[in-house]
């Protein structure tokens, strides 16, 4: 099993994205890149943490490659956009990745290669040692399917699960 630990604006939208492929094992909300040690969301909002709302996805790369992982991660979220994704602003929507050793830095470096083909402007996502990460309060964990009547679910992460599902229609689960 291999676990990454991604930031990309509201971690609701990674964690529906990221649930619906195959070799998913695990999607957690919660928070990374700060010093507030045990930080709540009332805490992480108000950008003063340091924290990024981030996921952690355990994967099996014998079903999913950490590539395809990767670069999906890049076409889900404007890595380009300092600080912001949308409407949400400020640090804790940053686009970043923390790595847990030298080859997990060596696979996002190489993600942000990659992505640069499909971006115009400089993309500035962060790539950070992970030094903890904490996960967010229970009503966020699978915000998305707990909340199917919610505006933003519907205005927001629905259509970046259509836009995942029409790149990587082979990575999702059926009636996913």
Request: charged residues 25%.
């Amino acid at each position: 099993m291999t676990t990454y630990v991604i930031a990309g604006g509201c971690f609701w939208c990674l964690d529906a994205v990221y649930r619906r492929l195959k070799g998913i094992t695990d999607v957690v909300s919660g928070y990374a890149g700060g010093d507030t040690k045990h930080p709540t969301y009332e805490q992480v909002s108000t950008g003063l943490t340091g924290h990024a709302e981030a996921v952690s996805i355990s994967f099996d790369e014998k079903v999913i490659p950490a590539t395809d992982i990767l670069d999906l991660f890049f076409l889900i979220h404007d890595p380009t956009t300092l600080n912001r994704q949308g409407n949400d602003v400020g640090t804790q929507y940053r686009s970043a990745m923390y790595h847990k050793d030298d080859v997990q830095r060596k696979a996002f470096e190489a993600a942000v290669e990659r992505a640069k083909a499909h971006w115009d402007d400089p993309i500035v996502t962060e790539v950070e040692k992970l030094d903890v990460f904490y996960e967010a309060e229970d009503y966020h964990q699978d915000y998305f399917n707990n909340n199917p009547g919610n505006g933003y679910c519907s205005i927001v992460i629905e259509p970046k699960i259509v836009k995942a599902r029409s790149a990587y229609a082979k990575w999702f689960k059926e009636n996913a």
